[in-house]
């Protein structure tokens, strides 16, 4: 038993990595499971869910590969972690849409990828927001800030105040 209060632990910094890979585990049972996908719609719905899963670890892979000690480093982190976000959003629809395709198939089927999903997304925005310029880089000049704006702007991201940066 840890001697940490619950209100000061932190989260691990690779929990969601792992918690993405439980993911990709529960939808690929899904796939596999013909009540849940006949093998009429595994073309259409079966395998975009799959590819959907798998590019979420791989988003998450890639934003860990670009530390964030220049600008160019938290550019592409923040970028891959909203390709991992738009990916969770893009698998729920799935899913959705595979529920109301398959009517008589039970929601219990889907309550673990469904479970899985709603804590991933808000732990990856948060992990999106928390990303900043690490002191061994330096400040961030103005230029710096600029071109984070810039690239937030492009990626649909817009911050209200310089100091998220």
Sequence with gaps: MSNVYKRNRKQNSKEHIAL??????????????????????????????????RNVVAHLMRAEE???????????RKHYLSQA?????????????LKEINEGLPVDKFREA????????????????????TKQGGEPTAFDRFMIR????????????????
Excluded at 66 to 76: K, L, M, N, R
Excluded at 115 to 129: C, G, H, Q, T, V
């Design 150 to 165: 810039l690239a937030e702007f492009f990626n649909g991201e817009v911050f209200d105040d310089a100091s998220e940066l």
């Design 85 to 97: 976000i738009a990916e969770c959003n893009m698998l729920e629809q799935d899913l959705q849409l």
């Design 20 to 53: 993405a890979r439980k993911l990709r585990q529960e939808v690929t049972r899904l796939m596999k499971d013909e009540s849940v996908c006949p093998k009429r719609s595994t073309f259409y719905i079966g395998q975009p869910c799959a590819h959907s899963a």
């Design 114 to 133: 469904a479970r899985l999903i709603s804590e991933l997304r808000p732990m990856l925005k948060a992990k999106r927001k928390g990303v900043r310029k």
């Design 66 to 76: 670009f530390y964030p000690a220049s600008v160019h480093g938290v550019i592409w």
